[in-house]
């Protein structure tokens, strides 16, 4: 059974970090991309950035580039984003999510054009406030 289970959420100061975990079971990671989702009160989810399988390839919305980072352990079958510079914007709740990769395009239309993937996780609560 796939299942994918985040952690690493918490509370933190403006301009504060924090690396989000999102762990795999049931499945080898080598042939999934993956991709980190938010949601705040109120608002739509947001595509957060994404990562390919094989070549690695990422997508970043703009609300986060150059100020969070996705990578992956395909070893220890864990994905991650590292926030840098958080801001309270950037308060929401984070999923994981994970789709075969022959089923996405790019990391991008993972991001942008999908939801209804293999596995979602439960979510983290992200909270950025002095």
């Known amino acids: 059974q796939l299942r994918v289970v985040e952690s690493g959420g918490g509370l933190v100061q403006p301009g504060g970090s924090l690396r989000l975990s999102c762990a795999a079971s049931?499945?080898?990671?080598?042939?999934?991309?993956f991709g980190w989702f938010r949601q705040a009160p109120g608002k739509e989810r947001e595509g957060v950035s994404c990562?390919?399988?094989?070549?690695?390839?990422?997508y970043y919305a703009d609300s986060v580039k150059g100020r969070f980072t996705i990578s992956r352990d395909n070893a220890k079958k864990t994905v991650y984003l590292q926030m840098n510079g958080l801001k309270p914007e950037d308060t929401a709740v984070y999923y994981c999510?994970?789709?075969?990769?022959?089923?996405?395009?790019?990391?991008?239309?993972?991001?942008?054009?999908?939801?209804?993937?293999?596995?979602w996780g439960q979510g983290t609560q992200v909270t950025v406030s002095p």
């Open positions: 999510a994970a789709e075969i990769d022959a089923l996405i395009t790019t990391a991008k239309a993972m991001c942008t054009q999908r939801s209804d993937f293999s596995a």
């Open positions: 049931g499945f080898t990671l080598d042939y999934y991309a």
């Open positions: 990562i390919e399988s094989s070549d690695g390839y990422t």
